[in-house]
């Protein structure tokens, strides 16, 4: 399988890189700086390092054209003024159209999940302050997936450690899983989202995850 990684350089982007090069797919691993990749590259036929901006529509584009799916992993700042996850997404999709590629799994945030009244849980009252703006750009994200026509997969991922796969993980369908711990390891959700990919288990859907016990 040949994918492209978008965000490949943050934390859960590099375990995804790794991970799917362990299970011997063709990497191209996106982001604006690929430096930590380009010895890996040099080394390793299935991976590309691919320097480029997730706005730029050409090296979108050029990045996926020939990908069997993509993996989202991109990140940025909290404080709403980034707008890498929303228009970024927003671009990803148009470029997939156009290169036909269907099938995407995207990181997201737990407040984009419902609450038990049917609701996001990012529009709770006890959800904090300082997480609202990031919440509704991962909303925004969403929203643009599910608008579109690609076989998509929206991972709304707790506070996220910088720590490899487990295995020891539980999901769930547009909930939390219960226990709900909060938590969740970066090689855990790259773990998932790669075994997503291969499985369509959760295809249009938005999956919640936690560390399990």
């Known amino acids: 399988m040949i994918i492209t990684v978008f965000g490949a350089t943050g934390q859960v982007g590099k375990q995804v890189v790794k991970q799917a090069l362990v299970k011997g797919y063709t990497v191209r691993a996106f982001g604006r700086n690929v ?17 480029g901006h997730v706005f730029d529509e050409a090296e979108t584009f050029e990045a996926m054209e020939g990908s069997d799916a993509i993996i989202s992993t991109l990140g940025g700042a909290f404080d709403g003024t980034d707008k890498t996850r929303s228009l970024g997404i927003k671009n990803i999709i148009a470029q997939m159209k156009k290169a036909g590629i269907k099938r995407i799994v ?14 996001y849980i990012l529009d709770q009252p006890s959800y904090p302050a300082e997480y609202k703006p990031v919440g509704k750009e991962h909303l925004q994200a969403y929203l643009f997936l599910k ?9 709304c991922s707790p506070n996220i450690i910088n720590e490899d796969a487990t295995g020891n993980y539980i999901t769930s369908t547009d909930y939390p899983p219960q226990p709900n711990k909060g938590e969740v390891t970066a090689g855990d959700l790259a773990h998932f989202m790669l075994q997503e990919l291969e499985a369509n288990k959760f295809v249009q859907q938005r999956v919640g995850i936690s560390k399990r016990g």
């Open 147 to 155: 608008e579109s026509s690609l076989d998509f997969t929206f991972v």
């Open 35 to 51: 430096v930590d990749f380009i010895d890996d590259d040099l080394t390793n036929d299935n991976l590309e390092a691919i320097q």
């Open 106 to 119: 995207v990181l997201g945030g737990l407040g984009v999940l419902s609450d038990d009244k049917g609701g």
